[in-house]
């Protein structure tokens, strides 16, 4: 039996990223081959993967890659801040990027096929991602990707939480400040007219709701009602200040709060014709996690191991 030296456990674990302890049972069943305990680590790491891949994945990180006018922005998500900073990971994000701009796949399967290689992974994006999984002991997924072509292309990421790509014509610096001005100010559309109908009926509905309120509160104080047409005319009026507030060329500009964003833009002789728009875990639900029911679950499983 060889002997299992500190050094080769460490070896080891700066190879796969699994438990110390882990690392040494592999090597003491492989009998001090390396390479052996590897494989076997990649195997029982293969099993805790698909535990992980089960799990909610509402972190990550957000991905650009513009070569010319071809581009792409995409967000692949982790369960936890901790591994979306994992260089590793963030490594993953960036080869998925490129690979969209460069082969503009149809959808999530189609990008996993594609031909990558990574951390002794591969051949394809999607067995790199397992890999990982594994290699992590996290569950992590491409969420959502656009692919650019065609027009002049500027982006902009804030930290690897926001990201941005703006389609234009004309001034390349004028184009980098309203990818700014996008990820700090979050518009939905370009103008009030591409505005999505179900965001307007939403905003109608609130209006509304609270003119009923209004004037339930205004009836049980005995004060005078407004009439159906001046309410109707401020529900319309809360909608369009709405629009106003969620449409691009209309919010006033980060940058100088005396003119809107078209104006900026007309001053710099130049046309923006879209906008994608990423923030990590959008719209996901996350877990709300539970830590002391969790380490007392942990103490319980530790005693019936016992």
């Known amino acids: 039996m ?13 190879k796969t990223d699994a438990p110390m302890m882990e690392c040494k049972k592999a090597l003491t069943e492989a009998d001090g081959d390396m390479a052996k305990a590897e ?5 029982k790491l293969g099993t805790k993967a698909g535990k992980a891949a089960s799990r909610v994945t509402a972190e990550g990180v ?12 995409i967000e692949v998500n982790s369960e936890t801040d901790f591994v979306s900073k994992n260089d590793s990971f963030i490594a993953l ?37 397992k890999g990982l999984i594994g290699k992590i002991g996290e569950n992590m997924s491409f969420r959502r990707f656009k692919q650019f072509s065609g027009s002049k292309l500027a ?3 804030h930290g690897t939480r926001i990201g941005v790509v703006v389609e234009f014509d004309g001034d390349e ?11 700090a100010m979050k518009p939905v559309a370009l103008t009030s007219n591409d505005v ?15 003119a009923a309120e209004d004037k339930a509160k205004a009836l049980a104080e005995g ?9 109707a005319k401020r529900i319309e009026g809360g909608v369009q200040k709405f629009l106003k507030e969620v449409s691009l060329f209309n919010q006033a500009f980060v940058k100088n709060d005396k003119q809107t964003v078209e104006q900026m833009l007309k001053a710099a002789g130049t046309t923006v014709k879209g906008f994608t728009l990423y923030v990590v875990g959008e719209g996901i639900e996350k877990k709300q996690d539970d830590f002391a029911a969790e380490v007392a679950a942990q103490v319980a499983a530790a005693k019936g191991a016992a």
């Open 93 to 129: 994000a960036k080869a998925a990027a490129e690979l969209v701009a460069k082969h503009s796949p149809a959808n999530i399967e189609a990008l996993g096929a594609l031909p990558y290689a990574q951390d002794g992974f591969g051949p394809t994006l999607e067995e790199v991602r």
């Open 196 to 210: 999505p109908a179900d965001l307007i009926e939403k905003e109608r509905s609130v209006a509304a709701a609270k």
């Open 39 to 43: 494989e076997l680590l990649r195997v």
């Open 223 to 231: 004060k005078p009602v407004q009439s159906d047409e001046i309410v």
């Open 173 to 183: 610096a004028a184009a980098k400040d309203v990818a700014m001005h996008i990820a």
């Open 155 to 157: 982006s902009y990421l």
């Open 62 to 73: 957000v991905a650009s890659f513009i070569d010319g006018t071809t581009g792409a922005l």
């Open 2 to 14: 060889a002997a299992i030296t500190a050094s080769m456990v460490a070896e080891l674990r700066g």
